[in-house]
Nanobody, 119 residues
Framework: QVQVVESGGGLAQAGGSLRLSCKVS????????MGWYRQAPGKQRELVAG???????SYADSVKGRFTISRDNAKNTVYLQMNSLKPEDTAVYFC?????????????WGLGTQVTVSS
């Protein structure tokens, strides 16, 4: 089993910063991708940022230049540094971990952490 636990959410003012952390434990072999998704009320969950075991990163257009994803393999932790926050960044942020084993994909999710940005 893989356990995924997010932390670091909270309330911030527009223009402020927050840093989210996602700690992964359990069977952590074959982890390929780690990423952050978010879901605002009444909207679908969307990919915010992702990183692969090879070190490549990707971002949603809405957060490029403001958010940075990083990964500490020694700590089995992935971070999301969020700067220049906007009210539209308000959402529940979920950490996603992907394991790929013999051609099959296994997704693991945390319970989410609330981020609220006030104007």
């Amino acid at each position: 089993q893989v356990q995924v636990v997010e932390s670091g959410g909270g309330l911030a003012q527009a223009g402020g910063s927050l840093r989210l952390s996602c700690k992964v434990s359990g069977i952590i072999s074959s982890i390929n991708e780690m990423g952050w998704y978010r879901q605002a009320p009444g909207k679908q969950r969307e990919l915010v940022a992702g990183t692969t075991s090879g070190g490549s990163t990707s971002y949603a257009d809405s957060v490029k230049g403001r958010f940075t994803i990083s990964r500490d393999n020694a700590k089995n932790t992935v971070y999301l540094q969020m700067n220049s926050l906007k009210p539209e960044d308000t959402a529940v942020y979920f950490c996603n971990v992907v394991r790929k084993i013999m051609g099959r994909r296994y997704d693991y999710w945390g319970l989410g952490t609330q981020v609220t940005v006030s104007s």
